[in-house]
């Protein structure tokens, strides 16, 4: 079935360092695939998104490209500020399905000032 | 974008009681999801649960464990029964914002549940 595999482990790292989060999927199809950001004490939210091979997500500084040959989507940011710790999540859903979404486990960042 | 209102926000009970959570959305969607979140875990959908029909369990949930109701398009709750420690857990409900079209679910601020 349709999975999400995360590197493993918390994230430590200073302010303004360059931050990358691994993630590779398998599916079946194409999928649309999704980075979701959980503040503390807070629910999910959409970080960014990309529906098909090569296209580019986007926001507050974080950037992930869908690359169909390597069967990624990794996260990354030039720059962390300590407002950017939280933990992150890769997410895929597989249109012609049920359209649920299959969840990596997350990776916790912290920034450190 | 729909926005979401999940209450309780967070609750501790004694084992061997229910507790209900409510969801509320601005809009009326056709699907909503209910996810749960175990401590240090990613999250795994319960069911999905569609106005005017039975919700749709995922393997290892039961409707007797965790009973869903979905009276109208903007609302829907979801019941954990005879709760035990082990359903110690983050409860979000989402809804579908248009998968079809690319877009993510929006997820609710989450009921983070403690048995005792």
């Known amino acids: 079935g349709d999975s999400v595999t995360q590197m493993e482990g918390p994230v430590t790292l200073s302010e303004e360092a360059f931050l990358t989060i691994n993630c590779t999927y398998t599916a079946t199809g194409y999928p649309s695939l999704f980075w979701y950001v959980q503040y503390p004490g807070e629910g999910l939210q959409l970080l960014l998104k990309a529906t098909k091979a090569d296209d580019k997500g986007s926001n507050k500084g974080f950037e992930a490209t869908y690359r169909k040959e390597t069967t990624s989507f990794h996260l990354e940011k030039g720059s962390v500020q300590v407002s950017d710790s939280a933990v992150y999540f890769c997410a895929l859903s597989a249109l012609g399905g049920n359209n649920r979404l299959a969840f990596g486990k997350g990776n916790q960042v912290v920034v450190i000032p | 974008s729909a926005v979401i209102s999940q209450k309780p926000s967070r609750d501790i009970c004694q084992r061997g009681t229910s507790l209900t959570i409510q969801c509320q959305v601005d809009s009326q969607v056709t699907m909503m999801f209910w996810y749960r979140q175990q401590p240090g875990q990613s999250l795994t959908l319960i069911a999905t649960a569609n106005q005017g029909s039975e919700a749709t369990y995922e393997s290892g949930f039961v409707i007797d464990k965790f009973p869903i109701s979905r009276p109208n398009l903007t609302f829907s709750t979801l019941t954990v029964s005879n709760m035990s420690p082990e359903d110690s857990s983050i409860y979000l409900c989402?809804?579908?914002?248009?998968?079809?079209?690319?877009?993510?679910?929006?997820f609710g601020s989450g009921t983070r549940l403690t048995v005792v």
């Open positions: 989402s809804v579908d914002r248009g998968m079809r079209q690319g877009y993510g679910y929006t």
